[in-house]
């Protein structure tokens, strides 16, 4: 079977499921703040969500350019693939780093659905991009480590049972360059909040049950220290990548969902006797909406393969990232200014894909940070910061 055979087949089962539920499904969610429960289940016992884990631990052995196929559906039909894009990360970094008693452990509860691993914790309130800077510790004690500190914006903490965390096992002072002293750890969360974990989720502007996490000595085992001690931050670096990618093809899945509606409006809407279409005013933006998006998914299919074959996708992973949530805000508004006035009406859907494709110019990274790491490492040009 040819490889489009295979990815065209990947997209209908997922368009099939996500068909099943509809836009209404999703327009729910937001306005209650609920979690795609049911969707997530689908997703895992069709075996999408696992699909990046090995065979070997009960997954589908698939690689990244299957799983960006995948987001990119579920983004296009209309629905939110937050649960999925994260645990398809986040068990990355299980998968490289883990030793075998963890892969053992999580990798086949995670790809059957006993486990849900959707929930990195990074960003901290007086830190944010400045990563190597964060302040939250995990001092060793016996067997296990304690966690003091807080975290913010960390999506999902209700809905999963284990995050990968982040935290300082060496101070600022002792450390031997700006990403020594950092480790990673899996958190189990359930029951957490009886043992030392505070959690208050944010009032946002989008659904991605973000929350703002406060620990106090908070234990850890030792055992679920993952990769090497103090060489955490290598831990997080190495999922990025293929974060990136998968957020490129999200925003694929968002822009081609906003051209699809905008261009379908423009054909049926007619006014002074004719379909605004008609009007190049209405038409040219859309159509230069959809070559910029035929060409970030050029990109984001150029990293994901790099990425499946083992290759260095750095350059490739950021500019995918970058041009696709450009790509995906211009297409969006694009979709509002075809529409006129009805858009701001809720059941359009639109208002909702645009404020949730926003969010890609900030999170996982934002555009400065990645023209300034294109401008430093790919350039050539000094360091900004
Ligand atoms: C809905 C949502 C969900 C999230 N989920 C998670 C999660 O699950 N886990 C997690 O760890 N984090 C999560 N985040 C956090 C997200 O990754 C950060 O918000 C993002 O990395 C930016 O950090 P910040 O908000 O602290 O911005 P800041 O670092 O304060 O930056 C503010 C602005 O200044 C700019 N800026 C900062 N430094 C420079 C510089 N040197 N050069 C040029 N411009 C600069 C930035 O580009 C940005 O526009 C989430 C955020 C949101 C909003």
């Known amino acids: 079977m040819s490889s489009d055979?295979?990815?065209?087949e990947i997209?209908?089962?997922v368009k099939a499921i996500c068909d099943s539920y509809?836009?209404?499904?999703?327009?729910?969610?937001?306005?209650?703040?609920?979690y795609p429960t049911e969707f997530v289940k689908e997703i895992t016992d069709s075996g999408f969500l696992g699909c990046l884990i090995p065979e070997a631990y009960g997954?589908?052995?698939?690689?990244?350019?299957?799983?960006?196929?995948?987001l990119e559906e579920i983004s296009r039909s209309g629905g939110h693939p937050g649960a999925a894009h994260a645990q398809m990360y986040v068990m990355g970094s299980v998968l490289k780093h883990g030793s075998e008693e963890q892969k053992q452990k999580y990798l086949p509860a995670i790809a059957n659905g006993q486990l849900r691993l959707q929930s990195f914790g990074v960003t901290e309130p007086s830190t944010g991009t400045d990563t190597t800077s964060l302040k939250t510790t995990a001092t060793r004690a016996g067997d296990t480590y304690k966690?003091?500190?807080q975290k913010v914006w960390i999506s999902r903490v209700q809905h999963s049972d284990l995050m990968v965390l982040l935290a300082r096992t060496k101070s600022i002072e002792e450390r031997s360059s700006k990403t020594d002293g950092l480790s990673c750890f899996i958190v189990d969360l359930r029951g957490a909040e009886e043992r030392g974990l505070t959690i208050r989720p944010i009032d946002a502007m989008i659904n991605h049950h973000a929350c703002e996490l406060f620990f106090d000595d908070f234990e850890v085992p030792a055992g679920n220290l993952l990769g090497e001690e103090h060489k955490g931050f290598r831990v997080v670096m190495d999922g990025m990548?293929?974060?990136r990618i998968l957020i490129g093809a999200e925003c694929i899945g968002d822009a081609r969902y906003f051209?699809?509606?905008a261009t379908n409006y423009a054909n049926s809407r007619i006014v002074f006797d004719r379909p605004i279409g008609q009007n190049q005013g209405i038409s040219f933006p859309i159509a230069t909406a959809?070559?910029?998006?035929?060409?970030?998914?050029?990109?984001?299919?150029?990293?994901?393969?790099?990425?499946?074959?083992?290759?260095?996708?750095g350059p490739e992973a950021n500019m995918a990232k970058m041009l696709a949530a450009d790509a995906s805000w211009k297409a969006g508004d694009t979709c509002l200014q075809t529409h006129g006035g009805f858009v701001i009406s809720r059941e359009y859907h639109i208002e909702r894909k645009l404020r949730e494709t926003r969010l890609y110019q900030i999170a996982p990274i934002s555009t400065n940070l990645i023209l300034s790491y294109l401008s430093e490492h790919v350039l050539g040009m000094p360091r900004s910061f």
């Open 59 to 70: 997954g589908a052995g698939l690689g990244l350019i299957e799983a960006c196929t995948i």
């Open 147 to 149: 966690i003091n500190g």
């Open 11 to 13: 997209r209908e089962s």
């Open 5 to 8: 055979q295979h990815l065209q």
């Open 241 to 243: 990548n293929a974060e």
């Open 259 to 261: 051209t699809d509606k």
């Open 290 to 313: 959809y070559a910029q998006t035929e060409a970030a998914a050029l990109m984001v299919e150029k990293a994901a393969r790099l990425f499946d074959a083992g290759e260095a996708c």
């Open 22 to 34: 509809g836009e209404d499904y999703w327009r729910k969610l937001d306005q209650t703040q609920g």
